[in-house]
Each structure stands twice: as C-alpha cells, then as structure tokens.
C-alpha cells in the first residue's frame, strides 16, 4: 500500500478576525491507496477547516497556513490556481456535509454531473458524459430517469446518493467524506455507508471519512484520528483505538454511541462542550472537560507520543513520566 | 400550469382592483369635482357629450352605485372610456392609443436596459466584492437612486440638451421627420428618446445593482458554490450558472415593487421632456382637471404595470423549476 | 440559519443563541459602523438646518427683491429666484415642509404596514389572507399615478391631504416585510411558550414581537420617508401640492414655471435637488449599515463562508 494523501505539520489560522483563530494546529496524518481513514471529533473543533485545507479551499485573505498537503507525492500548496483547478475531482473529491444544499436547487441532476465532468474533461463527446452519468448514477441506485429531476424533488436519502455520485464521477483517487450522513435516518445511514464501503471495493479509491460518530469510524475506517481543539490527540489502527482508546476524550467518543452492530450499551456523554478555538484554555485543551486531569494538564500541552507502533496519544497520563498506577487506575474506571 | 393559473388568477383580481378604485375614485372625492366639471362644460360642449360625461361620473343620475358600476363595466368591455376634454371630441382610447406606444418604447426599454445592465453590475461587485469597485459602487449606487426622476431629467436636459446643445430639448422626434421605419427617422427617434431614456437608467440602475448585491452575496455563501469550486468548475460558470441564476430570482420578485416606481418616474422624466407619452397626457389632464383622460390614464398605466409583472412572473416560472409546485 | 441539529456530545450544555433583544450592543454596533454614522450625520444636519432656519436665514424667504434671476454673489450665496428670493433662505426653510411630511407620512405609512402586516399574520386565517392579498395588490398598483389623479381631484392638495395620500399608497411594502417577519417570530419558541403561558395578546405583541421587530420597524419607517419624500416633491413639482410654501417641491416648480433653466438660472435647480438626494441618500445609508448589522456578510470586509468556518466547525 502507497501513500496517496499525506498532510504534513498542517497548521491554519484564520487571520480575518482579532484574535486570530487557530482552527488547525500542526496536524499530520497519511492516507494510503484503498484505505478508508476516520476523523473523529464534535463540532468545532477544526475537522471542517481541515478538510478545506486539504482541498485548498481557504482563500488565501483570511487565513494564515503552514505545512504541506501531498497528494501522490506533489505538493499541492505550490500548485498555482489554474493546475489546482484541473486536479480538483480528478484526483479529489469530495462529499459535502450536507447534501440538502450542496446540490444547486435550478439545475437538474444531470446538468450539474454534466457541468463538473465538461469542466475536467475538455475533449469529451457528449455521448461519453451522459453514459458516464448515467454509469455514475446507476453506481449509486439511482435509476436513470430521475436525473431530469431537480434536487427539490429528490428525498434526503437520493440527494445524499446523488453527491455521492457527483464525487465519484471523474473516479478519484481520493475523496473526502464530510459527515456524509448527517441529517437522515438510521436506516437511510445504514444503506448509504454500505454503499459507500461496496463503492469503494468496487472502484478503488481512498476515502478521508470525517464525523463525529465514533461507532460509524471505527466500523468503516482503518485508521482513525481523533482531532480536539484543532488537534490530533489521539491516532491508531481503528480495532486498537476502539479497544485501547488511552486519551480520556477517545473513550468518551466511543462511549457516546453505542455500536451499530452488537450489544446494547449504556450511552455516556462527555460533561461541558468544546472550547472557543479562538480562546483555548492553556495546557491541554480537554483539561477543563477532564475527568482525569492532573496539575500538570493545565499548563502544559501534550504532544503526540507513540504508545506503540502506530498508535499515538497526546495526553499527560500516557506520558512515560507519569506512576503507571495512576494509568493503570484510570483504565479501570474507563 | 397551475402556477401560471394561480398567477393569472392574481392579476386578474388585481385588475379588477384597479378598475373598481377607477370607479370609486370620483365618487368618492370631496366636493363633488365631477359636478363641477358639468357646470363648467356646460354650453362648451354638446348636449350628447355632456349625457356621455354624466353617464360616466354617475352625475344627477339617481341610479344606486351598483347600477351605475355595472352601467360601468358594460362601458369598459366596449373599450369606451369616455370622452377627452382636452382633445374635445377625441375619445380618451384615442387619446391614449397615441401616447401608449411613446411610453412603451421609452420607458419599458429603458427598464430592460437598466435591469439587465444593473444586475450585471451586482453580479460583477458582488463576486469582486473585497476590492475596490465594490466599496466605491455601494455608496454611489444609494446616492444616485435617490435622485428625483424629475431634477436628474432637468439638471440633464440643461447640460447636455441646452448647454452643450447635443440634444434635442423636447419631444419624440423632428417636425421635419414625421416617424416612419426609415433610417433617419429611427435614428431621429433614438436621438430624442436618448436623454429621457439616459434619465431613467441612471435614476433606476442603483436599486438594481444593489439589489442583485445584495442578493448575490449570500448566494456565494451557499454549499453549492462551495462544492462547485471544490469540483474545479471554472470561475466564470460558478459566478452565472451557480451564484447568480440563483441570485437572480429573489430579483425578479422585487421586479413588481421596482416597475411601479420607474414607472412613476418615467412620467416625471416624460413631463420635463415634453415626451408625448402617457406621463406627459397625465400631466396635461391633471392640469386640465380632465377627468375622463386622468381616469382612462389611470386604468391604463395599471393594466400595463400588471402586464409587465405577469410576464415577469412567467419568466421567474421558467427559471425556477420550484415555482411550479409552489403555493404561492 | 441554523445547520441541521446534530446530535454531538456535549450539546446538552450549549444553549440556542438567544433573539432577545440585545439593545445596547446594537446600538454600540451602530455608532461603529462607519456608514450608518455618516447617514445619521447628514440627516440630523438637516433637522437641525430646518430647527435653525430663522437664526440661519433671518426674514421670510418668500420675501420678493428687486434681484432677480441673479447669480450665486457674497449677498446671495446661492443667486436670486425669478422673483428675487433668496435661493439659500429658501432652500434652508424648504427644509421645514419637507422633512415634516416626510416624517408625519413616513410614521402613518409605518403605522399602517404595523396594523395590516403583523395584525394579519398574527391573528392568521382569514383576516390574513384578505392583508396579504391587498397588500400584494397595492403593490403592483402603481402609487405615483394614483396620488397624481388623487390630488388632481383634492385641487392641489393641502399638507394633510398630501400625506393622507401618501401614506394610503405606501403602506403595503412595510406590510409585506413586516408580516413575513411576524410570521418568522410567531414560531419561535419564546413566543410559542409567551402564548402557553396564557399571555395576552396585545402582551406578546408589546413585550416579544415588538423588541425583536425593532430593527426591521426602524428600517422601514426611514424607507417610508424616502418614499414620502419623493413622493412629496413630485406631486409639488407638478404643481399639486401646496406651490404657495416655501418647500424643495415648490421651489422646483417655480423654477420649471419660470423656465429656471432656459434662462440658464442653475442655482435655482440645483440646491434643492442635492439637498433631497442627500436626504435620501443618508437615509439610505442608515438603513444600509442597519442590514449589515443584522447580516454582517453584506459589508465589503472579507468574510468566510459557512463550510470554511472555524469556530463553529461541521
């Protein structure tokens, strides 16, 4: 497996307002071929920035940004507009959070699929894009006809099938998923993920899934990275994050949502909500919501450390200076 | 279908509307000036006349007002508003019929220009709107709109008409060059007709561009633009088919409101130039308290404004593919 | 305005962002705002210039000289009308006229748009849809016209019959917005709970519609005066209003009678014009930064969009 998405040391800021606001502080993570790769967090706490970055959606006038985001190793911040304007859905796509008003309310289904493919694929006949479309829609079980219709007409379910197969239509090597089922059913959830994992057997692509839904993350994706307050704080193989979680806020996550398959548990919410990112508290950002914190929690800021291969944790109490019955105790109240 | 039938259906009560104001108008005045008008023509015109201007105000008619409403409606089917004093014995349809296409040219072009030109504009600030342009447009847009149609007409038809001498001062077209489809004579009509015209663009074209604006903004605001650019689509196609075909149709909406007021605005601009259009009768009838053509001018300048809205609501009916299903 | 409510941990303890009035921070907000500071700046000069008329302009500005059609000199800063009034002592007392049917039409007209537009959508049913239809009628009746004819038949309309006209052409675009908003208020929870609590309905209407309507009330009550205004001037200067005050109206009338321009006499046109685009133009500068208050992405500063923010994230 070859690294296809690798965010390095990416930090944004956004400098239109005073203070300025850090939304994404020194965050690094890797995508590799075929793999789906979760982030996890609640609202506000950067993943939406993040995921603009990445796509080199944040106008230069309001934001301050550092590092570097490498798709199949070129350096997309160097790219001038007109390079990155061409790559955009060929290479990236994405899967906005809410289908509802993602879609253009005037244009049918099919003049908008047709409008991005004409934009990427100059020298196509038409024949070729309608039986693209076509191809795309049927991908997604949307049948044929309905592509005359216009996004009003569609339930939330189909307009939610519908972004879907507008991102898959250049077939991408990479695309992003923002909160893809947010707003419907469980039942509609439940279909659209399962697709979204058959899509992604059957075509190949890589998949950056975002949510807030720690259940959903740990059944579709590999690696997980929970972000907080504009950081990672926690990264690992999904099956040891789920298992092993270490940060306090992970298992907090975990124990918002019981499991889409499985056993009933009882749910837990984490206490308070999270900070103004432009007002952080000092030390680590979580320690006014932890139940664990210590002295040291509220002036010093954790940095990520290797707890074993792959699995990463930014939290005092999984630093090797800590008495390990301390970490030992905590596991038990966990 | 069924919103151009709720639309229609709209227009019709609201012409409906019109005409019963038309007819209450007089009766209701203080002071009875109708009454008045009879004594004054009395001995200047023909006894038939004066029956037809009595038939027409319901004067010494001891008729209850639903007859005489009726009595009223029967007239309008005809087509018979009366007779004009001004124009003695022209009937006030005549009178009208001349003037209607003057008004139509003048004003419903300089309408379209301005909209078009306007909402142009706002598509073009909005989208550059951290510059520049954008800072310096909304404050000159305000002040210019809030021009009297009549001053600008007259501070231009000083400068450019009497001054500078570039244009004609008044009328529709040269005495020596009655209107016909010949060269000369269309472009001795758009000679004439530019300073009104220009008038009525200037004063209109603010509310447009701010308008649109206004409108556009948002707009650009909207996941949909935001997936669009992330899809790569090339500027220009986000700016007209995403931005501002959506921006557009809360436009058209304000179109009902906007028209009544160039209208308004355009008789003003007609009088200052002596443009031998609707405004201008309006203007002579109402100094010559002719009745009859002051009530006649009325009901035509409404039914004209509903036309132009109704057709303007076709138009957002093919541009929104929601309009058809809504309740409005 | 709100995203799609998602159930995140720790929403429990955020609470929806309250539509309580919130006076003095929007009023601080107004006096920072550069362009509603202009706009209150020029119109509140003019009320001042008409309060000041007499110490501005001593004498009776209808006063007739021998100087006529003269020039803007030392004497008369702005020239001499064909009658050899001062055009300056006329147009400082033209203030008085204009602004006060200005403001008299513009409050009745808002009084109307009130009653008929939050009356209809609060009561609802029928008596609504009888408001909206005619309000939606009104509107595309065009208003000029009517006052024209109107006044024609009042032989030149007094002040009161002016603004009795005005204000019964004008009323339905206050409506219209006025009841759109009532609408958007009677669903939301605070008046929702108001009405569960048995609270009156004349107590909803003053103690929860009122304060959060303020804004929009305010806005359309500075329209109103621009309407009435220009409405107000054409109908002097067609010579249908009262041509024997002193007012902008008038004085544009008597310039037309006297073919002001013809004899190239500038001054005489030019005052008044400006001083009513100045008026209309700060008005609508107020009502401008009032909007940008209440929707700050209008303003020309960069703002981000909802998918880039990052406060409030997804």
């Keep these: ?334 | 279908m069924r919103y151009v039938r709720r639309r229609l259906i709209f227009y019709l009560i609201a012409f409906w509307t019109s005409i019963t104001l038309n007819f209450l108008i007089p009766r209701l005045m203080p002071g009875n000036p109708a009454e008045n008008l009879m004594m004054r023509m009395h001995g200047k015109i023909s006894p038939y006349a004066l029956k037809a201007l009595e038939a027409e105000f319901g004067v010494f008619q001891h008729a209850n007002l639903a007859v005489q409403y009726w009595r009223y409606l029967i007239a309008l089917a005809h087509g018979n508003l009366g007779v004009s004093i001004t124009y003695f014995p022209i009937r006030v349809s005549t009178v009208i019929g001349q003037s209607l296409i003057w008004t139509l040219g003048l004003i419903g072009t300089a309408t379209i220009i301005s909209f078009v030109l306007g909402t142009w504009l706002g598509i073009w600030v909005a989208w550059h709107r951290h510059t520049a342009w954008d800072r310096l447009t909304v404050p000159v847009a305000m002040f210019t709109s809030a021009f009297p149609y009549f001053w600008l007409a007259l501070i231009v038809l000083y400068v450019l008409g009497f001054v500078l001498g570039w244009f004609p001062l008044s009328g529709a077209y040269s005495n020596t060059l009655p209107p016909a489809l010949t060269l000369p004579s269309i472009a001795d009509l758009l000679y004439h007709a530019a300073l009104p015209a220009l008038t009525i663009v200037v004063v209109s074209l603010g509310g447009w561009i701010l308008s649109m604006r206004n409108n556009m903004i948002p707009s650009l605001n909207e996941d949909y633009i935001q997936l669009a650019r992330a899809a790569g689509l090339k500027e220009r196609t986000i700016m007209y088919q995403y931005a501002a075909r959506n921006a557009l149709l809360p436009n058209l909406t304000g179109f009902a409101m906007a028209l009544g007021f160039i209208v308004a605005g355009g008789i003003l601009t007609e009088i200052v130039f002596s443009y031998p259009g609707l405004g201008f009768l309006l203007y002579q009838a109402s100094s010559n308290q002719d009745y009859p053509l002051l009530q006649g001018l009325l009901l035509m300048i409404s039914f004209a404004v509903l036309l132009a809205n109704f057709a303007v609501d076709l138009l957002y009916g093919r541009l929104d593919p929601r309009a058809a299903r809504s309740e409005v | 305005m709100m995203t799609p409510f998602t159930a995140s941990p720790g929403d429990e303890g955020e609470a929806l962002p309250s539509v309580k009035p919130r006076s003095a921070r929007t009023w601080l907000a107004f006096v920072r705002n550069r362009t509603g500071l202009i706009g209150i700046v020029i119109f509140v000069g003019f009320v001042v210039l008409g309060l000041l008329a007499p110490v501005i302009a001593p004498g009776n500005p209808a006063t007739i000289t021998m100087h006529i059609m003269s020039p803007p000199t030392a004497h008369y800063w702005l020239g001499t009308t064909a009658e050899g009034q001062s055009v300056w002592s006329q147009v400082i007392w033209g203030t008085r006229p204009t602004l006060v049917i200005g403001f008299i039409a513009g409050a009745l007209t808002t009084a109307l748009s009130i009653i008929i537009g939050v009356g209809g959508a609060y009561n609802g049913g029928a008596l609504d849809d009888v408001a909206t239809m005619f309000s939606n009628i009104f509107i595309v009746i065009p208003g000029i016209p009517l006052m024209i004819v109107l006044a024609t038949y009042l032989h030149h309309a007094g002040t009161v019959a002016m603004i009795l006209v005005i204000s019964a052409t004008g009323w339905p675009f206050g409506a219209r917005v006025l009841r759109s908003q009532t609408l958007a208020l009677r669903k939301r929870d605070f008046v929702q709970a108001a009405r569960l609590t048995g609270e009156s309905t004349w107590g909803i209407v003053q103690r929860e519609l009122f304060p959060n309507m303020i804004s929009l009330i305010v806005a359309n009550f500075l329209s109103t005066i621009m309407y009435a205004i220009g409405a107000e001037v054409s109908l002097q200067f067609l010579g249908l209003g009262n041509i024997n005050t002193v007012s902008w109206g008038s004085m544009l009338y008597w310039a037309g009678n006297y073919q002001a321009l013809a004899f190239g006499a500038w001054w005489w046109i030019i005052p008044p014009g400006i001083c009513i685009a100045l008026v209309g133009g700060a008005l609508a500068l107020v009502n401008r930064s009032i909007d940008e208050i209440a929707n700050p992405q209008l303003t020309s500063a960069p703002k981000r969009g909802r998918l880039h923010r990052g406060g409030t994230g997804s």
């Design chain 1, 1 to 334: 497996m070859s690294e296809i998405l690798s965010v390095r040391h990416l930090s944004v800021t956004y400098t239109d307002s005073t203070p300025t606001i850090p939304a994404v502080n020194n965050v690094s993570l890797s995508i590799h071929d075929r793999e789906i790769v979760g982030i996890a967090g609640e609202s506000g706490c950067g993943k939406s920035t993040l995921i603009n970055a990445i796509l080199q959606l944040l106008p230069d006038s309001i934001v301050d940004m550092e590092g570097d985001v490498l798709l199949n190793g070129q350096n997309l911040r160097t790219l001038d507009r007109e390079s990155m304007r061409r790559l955009r859905w060929m290479k990236i796509s994405l899967v906005p959070q809410s289908a509802m008003n993602a879609l253009n309310p005037i244009m049918t289904i099919e003049e908008q699929m047709r409008r991005i493919m004409e934009a990427h694929w100059e020298a196509a006949r038409p024949g070729e894009i309608v039986a693209r479309i076509d191809e795309t829609l049927e991908m997604v079980n949307i049948q044929r006809q309905y592509k005359k219709l216009y996004p009003f007409e569609l339930s939330g379910g189909m307009r939610q099938r519908v972004a879907i197969a507008l991102a898959l239509a250049l077939r991408p090597d990479v695309v992003v998923m923002d909160e893809p089922t947010t707003g419907l059913d469980v039942i509609v959830q439940r279909g659209i993920l399962m697709e979204i994992k058959r899509l992604q057997k059957q075509l190949g692509f890589a998949v950056c899934l975002v949510s807030h839904d720690m259940s959903l993350l740990i059944e579709l994706a590999q690696t997980v990275y929970v972000m907080y307050a504009g950081r990672i704080i926690e990264s690992g193989p999904s099956r040891d994050i789920y298992r092993q979680g270490r940060h306090p806020y992970t298992r907090g996550l975990i124990a918002c949502f019981p499991p889409l398959q499985g056993s009933q548990r009882t749910v837990e919410g984490i206490p308070g909500s999270p900070p103004d990112l432009g007002q952080l508290p000092p030390g680590c950002a979580f320690h006014p919501r932890c139940p664990q914190a210590i002295p040291r929690c509220t002036d010093q800021s954790p940095s990520l450390v290797n707890v074993r291969p792959q699995h990463a944790v930014a939290c005092h109490l999984h630093t090797p200076d800590i008495p390990s019955d301390l970490v030992e105790a905590s596991h038990d109240r966990a």
